[in-house]
């Protein structure tokens, strides 16, 4: 079994920060890309920034300058540091890597069960 779990959520002024991480345990081979979604309310779920294993980056235009995505891999981990937060960042926010079990199965898409972050005075 392949488990991913968030910590760091949590309630926020506007213009303050959070730190989100995550962490991957379980029958891991090898671990690709990994990194961040959240959904607001009534919305889909949208990319928030993902990171590759050369640390290469992505961020969803909102969140440029703002948010910071990181990883160590060594332990699996991946980070999401949120500065500057605003009332549109509330969401639940979604870690995901893509796993590799062994080395005779594909990488797939595996998802935290994610956690709360809300921006509010």
């Known amino acids: 079994q392949v488990q991913l779990v968030e910590s760091g959520g949590g309630l926020v002024q506007p213009g303050g920060s959070l730190r989100l991480s995550c962490a991957a345990s379980?029958?891991?081979?090898?671990?690709?890309?990994m990194g961040w979604y959240r959904q607001a309310p009534g919305k889909e779920r949208e990319l928030v920034a993902t990171?590759?294993?050369?640390?290469?980056?992505n961020y969803a235009d909102s969140v440029k300058g703002r948010f910071t995505v990181s990883r160590v891999n060594a332990n699996y981990t991946v980070n999401l540091q949120m500065n500057n937060l605003k009332s549109e960042d509330t969401a639940v926010y979604f870690c995901?890597?893509?796993?590799?079990?062994?080395?005779?199965?594909?990488?797939?898409?595996?998802w935290g069960q994610g956690t709360q972050v809300t921006v509010s005075s």
């Open positions: 379980g029958s891991i081979f090898s671990i690709g890309a």
């Open positions: 990171i590759t294993t050369s640390g290469t980056t």
């Open positions: 995901y890597a893509e796993i590799r079990k062994s080395v005779i199965k594909k990488r797939s898409n595996y």
